[in-house]
């Protein structure tokens, strides 16, 4: 099989059906491939919304696998869980809040058809109202930490932009085509990244094997960021997200770095917080929020803790319910 979609979700019913539909939508028919859905714990009906869609969706639908999860676990786990069951040669992740523009999937394969030695190729996102968002950066060090601490990773950190497909860091996993024999060398995903900056680190394993990372501006796909959204679990996620930067950096440039790292990385929020006292529909709270969990390496109640909370009453439920 050519192709295989995978897509993990996580209480996002209606976004996963828009994401589905696109993806049949814009699916180049000559393609061979399967749609596989992993939803990750849901309490929403996503599972059941997905094999209705499935039954509907004519010969994609008929392809269409979905894996329920009782128990909620990590993005990277489960993207690893989808390519390790996959059959097709190329596997593309995508999030529930992807939406697959016309002509995406054909310029990522056609991407990698003429790069032989590219191992990943990421598309050009953009917000709900079609502004491109920045989705491919240079790999992570302390040369791209200082330069965003200097206010100046638009110009030497962000690598999206412009019409031509090119060789950069890395991109985000939120529309990623893959070649599956590539990331199982690899070792997939690491399970240590919860949710942010596992891609980062299955790309620079990627180029430290020999392979590039493409970025594709002609494939292009919505993405709603419905984590960045969420604004009850902002806290946690802004810990995640400093977590998954801490962890990069530990493991692949040492604890040394990775301290000189969060100053740096710290440093920007705090003019923010102080220019977001007087602009409006700016709050400096949350800048003094990246800054402290920036400066800790992550430390607190992140969304991993959330999910092992709810794992937790999810058993504690289960197993009063079969006591006699």
């Known amino acids: ?24 939508r814009t699916h180049p028919g000559a393609v061979e491939a ?4 992993l939803d990750n714990g849901s309490d929403d ?14 010969e994609l639908g008929a392809a269409t696998r979905v894996l329920a999860r009782e128990q909620r676990r990590g993005k990277s786990e489960n993207d690893s869980l989808l390519l ?3 059959r097709g040669e190329l596997c593309l992740l995508a999030n529930e809040d992807t939406e697959l523009q016309p002509g995406a999937t054909a310029a990522l394969i ?28 240079r790999l992570p060090g302390i040369g791209a930490s200082l330069a965003s601490a200097l206010f100046l990773h638009r110009l030497l950190v962000t690598e999206s932009g412009g019409n031509e497909t090119r060789e950069v860091g890395w991109v985000q996993s939120a529309a990623m085509l893959v070649r599956r024999e590539s990331v199982a060398k690899a070792g997939y995903l690491d399970p240590a990244f919860f949710v942010y900056s596992d891609e980062t680190d299955l790309c620079k394993r990627l180029r430290d094997g020999g ?22 679990a902002e806290a946690r996620r802004i810990v995640e997200f400093h977590r998954g930067r801490d962890l990069y950096m530990r493991k692949h440039h040492g604890a040394r770095a990775a301290a000189v790292a969060r100053v740096l990385n710290a440093l920007p929020y705090l003019p923010r917080a102080l220019a977001a006292l007087v602009l409006p529909g700016h ?13 800790s390496g992550g ?26």
């Open 1 to 24: 099989m050519k192709l295989s979609y995978c897509v993990v979700n996580t209480n996002g019913r209606e976004d996963l059906l828009t994401c589905l539909k696109a993806i049949a």
């Open 34 to 37: 399967e749609v596989l859905v």
């Open 45 to 58: 009906g996503s599972a059941e919304a997905a094999r209705r869609w499935a039954e509907d969706a004519g």
């Open 84 to 86: 390790a069951e996959a």
């Open 110 to 137: 056609e991407a990698l058809e003429h790069a032989p030695g590219a191992a990943a190729a990421g598309a050009q996102l953009l917000d709900p109202e079609g502004r491109p968002l920045p989705c491919a950066w």
């Open 211 to 232: 392979w590039s990372i493409l970025y594709v501006p002609e494939a292009k796909a919505i993405h709603r960021e419905q984590l960045a959204t969420d604004r009850a």
């Open 283 to 295: 709050d400096p709270r949350r800048y003094l929020m990246h800054a402290r969990a920036a400066l």
């Open 299 to 324: 430390r607190g109640e992140g969304l991993r803790e959330a999910a092992a909370a709810r794992n937790r009453e999810l058993a504690a439920v289960s197993a009063s319910s079969e006591r006699p």
